[in-house]
């Protein structure tokens, strides 16, 4: 009888320990996925758009170059449409405010991407809040009005940059679909990046030089929009027309 209980005491004693092993195991992977889920609102603050209810938002990020921006302009006439959204670097539109004028006059949406492309998430308070008022005071005397959206130079962000937006009266918009167009991997790739954008999907292409195969794929982007029957509206349309989605931020 005291054998059965001493191989009894051995087999509790692995099982307890394959428990505990599990237990870290699956508490490592939650954490290691839960670090990967993206942030985008304060639980009862400022929230950021990634996407809405209906239609579709393009948005193109221009921080620098002249090259780029122009032939993206050009399409955009040539297909006929009529609403995007373009988030500008107040650095760059400082040096080109003829191409801020063409955008304005064509009329599409101005966003601001902060004034240099620095990384709000690494950024003291004050910093960011210079960096959005330098860019303010670029477009107040571009005589560009009425803007009302914000996007973080990189794309990253957390929760005192939602607050500091607020402040300013800003919203922060993200995106639901990245082309990775910055990567130039090819047109046909990304093209079939954007190609799971749906009903309320906010695209996020670039205008810069670095992007350097966006004009191209950007016909073959509008055409499968087109063949979906989704209408292209801006991002402040998108909010007005519909419920906008936020995540809570952690």
Do not use: C
Not at 37 to 43: D, G, H, L, Q, R
Not at 84 to 96: D, I, K, Q
Not at 186 to 214: F, M, P, R
Not at 230 to 244: H, P, Q, Y
């Amino acid at each position: 009888m005291n054998f059965f209980f001493v191989l009894n005491g051995k087999s509790l004693k692995n099982v307890s320990l394959v428990l505990i092993a599990a237990f870290f195991t699956a508490w490592f992977l939650y954490m290691e996925n839960h670090a990967q889920i993206p942030v985008f609102s304060t639980k009862d603050g400022p929230k950021a758009v990634y996407r809405g209810e209906r239609d579709l938002a393009l948005t193109f990020n221009i921080g620098w170059g002249d090259e780029k921006a122009e032939p993206i302009l050009d399409t955009l006439k040539k297909e006929n449409v009529k609403s995007a959204t373009f988030f500008l670097a107040g650095s760059w539109a400082e040096r080109h405010p003829d191409l801020v004028s063409r955008i304005v006059k064509e009329g599409y949406e101005i966003g601001i991407l902060g004034y240099n492309y620095e990384e709000y998430t690494e950024l003291e308070d004050v910093k960011i809040a210079k960096d959005i008022s330098k860019a303010q005071e670029v477009f107040t005397k571009l005589n560009v009005k009425s803007i009302k959206l914000l996007r973080a130079p990189t794309g990253h962000f957390d929760e005192r940059t939602l607050k500091i937006a607020k402040r300013y009266g800003y919203t922060v918009v993200h995106w639901s679909v990245d082309s990775k167009d910055w990567q130039n991997p090819g047109v046909s790739t990304i093209v079939e990046n954007t190609k799971k954008a749906q009903k309320g999907d906010i695209i996020l292409l670039h205008a810069s030089d670095s992007a350097k195969q966006t004009a191209k794929a950007l016909p073959l982007i509008l055409a499968d929009i087109r063949q979906k029957g989704l209408k292209f509206v801006s991002v402040t349309e998108m909010i007005a027309n519909g419920e906008a989605r936020s995540k809570e931020i952690r």
